[in-house]
């Protein structure tokens, strides 16, 4: 599976990639539930590999770590989801 990072850059940085509709699909803590954000509503700072902000309805901003995208959807079809972590054994 291609790593978040890598696809998120490819639907930044390839024109012919990006002229589908994306949206991300993350794992908001507060809400317990995975939210769907456009893609077009979230914003990368130079420099910062880690995360992006997440400009919500309201006009809220938040940062999303990457390590909370759960899926990412291409012209309403899932293309790419985050594969649930195995139960740790012995605990």
Same mark, same amino acid.
């Given at each position: 599976?291609?790593?978040? /990072?890598?696809?998120? @850059?490819?639907?930044?940085? @390839?024109?012919?990639?990006? &002229? !589908?509709?994306? #949206?991300? %699909?993350?794992? @908001?803590?507060? #809400?317990?539930?995975?939210? &769907? ?9 130079? %420099?910062?590999h880690f995360s992006f ?5 309201? %006009? !809220? ?8 995208? /759960?899926?990412?959807? /291409? ?12 139960? &740790?054994? %012995? /605990?």
């Amino acid at each position: 599976m291609i790593p978040i /990072r890598d696809l998120l @850059d490819r639907i930044r940085w @390839d024109p012919e990639f990006a &002229k !589908s509709e994306f #949206a991300i %699909g993350y794992y @908001d803590r507060i #809400a317990k539930s995975i939210v &769907k954000l456009p893609f077009r509503r979230i914003h990368f700072t130079a %420099g910062e590999h880690f995360s992006f902000d997440a400009v919500e309805e309201n %006009g !809220s901003v938040h940062t999303v770590p990457l390590h909370r995208v /759960r899926e990412v959807w /291409r012209d309403g079809e899932l293309i790419w989801r985050r594969q649930p972590r195995a139960p &740790k054994v %012995g /605990r």
